[in-house]
């Protein structure tokens, strides 16, 4: 689905990450830990194009990620469904239009998946806030629906920045079931968060590989995880 | 064809396309504004191009057609110099018809400097002469040495010493008009360009979401481009209205005569400022365009 192969990301006169090489398989499932800007959200934004790699060969879907033009970027993220750190919504839209922007951007009527739609509300359990404005949404009610958003193109790849950082335990679990539920239908899942115990509940249920960002590399994490 | 595609789409709109980015009333306000604004001032210039070149058709046509021939002479010799100059002109090649003015139209043409009254017939002023040409004229130089000859009080006034300087004036008028409208033009494209410009500033983060979500740059800037070429496009047709009902209020020629009477539209003519609304629609499509794909390379 997603390689990375030996890259490095700099900016200005610092290096970000330095040869990384990684491989997402269709259906794996991935953990990416590691300290608060140790490049995490950057390594995740090298996998969706949001940045590009100042070495080394990133490929997408087969296809190498330099030789991909706007337009191939933007087929590229219909079918990478990112859940970002900030949910980046349109705070002018009601959210299930919010959630239905990838489908309107692409050309398809929301009218026509409107069941869908509720049901995707409903999966992550926010079935009656089809219309309230993202700004009115609490912390944890974003994070469900900016996942509503990364799969309502029902894509291969899932992207998720620190999806449980303004969750509590109990939803954080909520959310996890959802990814997992997700990983069981096929879809390839990167998480990259520095929460521990996550993970540790994740390992218990399926088999995830857990990777850690240190001093700008990527290695495997230990067995502590 | 692509770009014809993508004209229709503006011009269909997609109602969603357009919720996504949010209404920016200052922005809005000020296309509208320059769209009117421009187009009034485009059709003044366009009235006055169009009324350049008809004046300097119609002098450089008119006057080239014609001639006078002015007869000063004492009483006695008055009518026969006429009749020998009116025999030179008659037998001239190049002179369709020559003809000398009776006293009525002598009265008329000094009426209005000495009034209606004036007794033309008592005064001693020259007895003039209208000269017609053929389409290839005549030998000015040729005929002057012929009147001397037989009319030595004629004098030979081919209007081309007045004619060119009339003509000329005329012509960079019409320059001057055309120049007008183009800085029109360019200012419209520099207003809306800032517009567009500001607006998209505004949305840059509707914008970095909308690439995240897989839109494409042309879906982006469709938005863009239809809200404000849309805006243009009614303040132009607006601005165009209003110049019409302007330009059709200004006196016409036959009651205040002289040459500012002739600035309106007429006949077909009253149909070009229909383009202005279009071409402020088109500046518009294009500025805004241009200005969107240029942003949007700054957003990955």
Redesign the interface.
């Known amino acids: 689905m997603i390689e990375l192969h030996d890259v490095s990301y700099r900016y200005g006169a610092e290096d970000l990450l330095s040869n990384i090489t990684l491989k997402l398989a269709a259906g794996s499932f991935h953990f990416l830990t590691g300290p608060s800007g140790a490049g995490k959200t950057t390594l995740l934004k090298l996998c969706?194009?949001?940045?590009?790699a100042t070495s080394g060969q990133v490929t997408i879907f087969g296809r190498p990620a330099d030789r991909i033009g706007?337009?191939g970027?933007?087929?590229v993220?219909?079918r990478v469904g990112?859940v970002?750190q900030d949910c980046?919504?349109?705070d002018?839209?009601p959210l299930l239009?919010n959630v239905a922007?990838?489908l309107?951007?692409?050309g398809q009527s929301?009218e026509a998946n409107m069941q869908e739609l509720r049901d995707l509300l409903a999966w992550v359990g926010l079935s009656g806030r089809t219309g309230a404005l993202p700004p009115q949404l609490s912390g944890g009610e974003r994070q469900r629906a900016a996942l509503a958003?990364a799969v309502v193109?029902s894509p291969d790849v899932i992207l998720a920045d620190e999806p449980t950082g303004n969750l509590d335990w109990e939803m954080s679990l909520r959310l996890l079931t959802l990814l997992i539920e997700l990983n069981r239908m096929g879809k390839t899942i990167l998480i990259a968060t520095h929460d521990l115990n996550l993970i540790r509940q994740t390992k218990a249920q399926i088999a995830a590989r857990v990777l850690r960002i240190k001093d700008r590399r990527l290695q495997l994490a230990g067995a502590d995880l | 064809m692509k770009l014809a595609a993508e004209i229709l789409s503006v011009i269909q709109g997609d109602p969603r396309a357009d919720r996504a980015v949010p209404p920016s009333g200052f922005t809005a306000q000020l296309t509208l504004f320059t769209g009117g604004a421009m187009a009034f001032l485009a059709v003044f210039a366009l009235a006055l191009a169009l009324a350049t070149a008809r004046l300097a058709d119609r002098w450089s046509g008119e006057l080239a057609q014609t001639s006078t021939v002015r007869i000063s002479a004492p009483d006695a010799q008055m009518e026969v110099q006429t009749k020998a100059a009116l025999r030179v002109l008659t037998s001239t090649p190049g002179v369709k018809t020559a003809r000398a003015l009776d006293p009525a139209e002598q009265r008329a043409l000094l009426a209005p400097w000495f009034g209606p009254e004036l007794p033309v017939e008592t005064l001693p002023i020259p007895q003039l002469i209208e000269v017609f040409e053929t389409g290839a004229g005549y030998d000015a130089e040729g005929l002057r040495l012929r009147l001397k000859a037989e009319a030595p009080g004629a004098v030979l006034d081919d209007h081309t010493r007045w004619r060119r300087p009339l003509v000329a004036a005329a012509g960079r008028l019409n320059l001057m008009a055309l120049a007008a409208m183009a800085l029109i033009a360019a200012t419209m494209v520099a207003m809306i360009t800032l517009a567009a410009n500001s607006a998209l500033s505004a949305n840059a983060q509707v914008i970095r979401v909308l690439r995240l979500v897989g839109a494409r740059d042309s879906y982006i800037a469709r938005a863009f481009v239809r809200r404000f070429t849309l805006r243009a496009l009614g303040g132009a047709a607006v601005g165009t209205a209003l110049a019409m009902i302007a330009v059709s209020l200004l006196p016409d020629a036959e009651v205040a005569g002289g040459f500012l009477t002739g600035l309106g539209f007429s006949g077909a003519g009253w149909l070009a400022p229909l383009v202005v609304p279009v071409l402020a629609a088109f500046i518009a499509f294009w500025s805004t365009r241009l200005a969107a794909m240029k942003a949007l390379k700054g957003i990955t």
């Open positions: 969706y194009m949001e940045l590009m706007r337009d970027v933007a087929q993220r219909r990112v970002h980046a919504f349109l002018h839209l239009e922007l990838p309107t951007v692409s929301t958003r193109m």
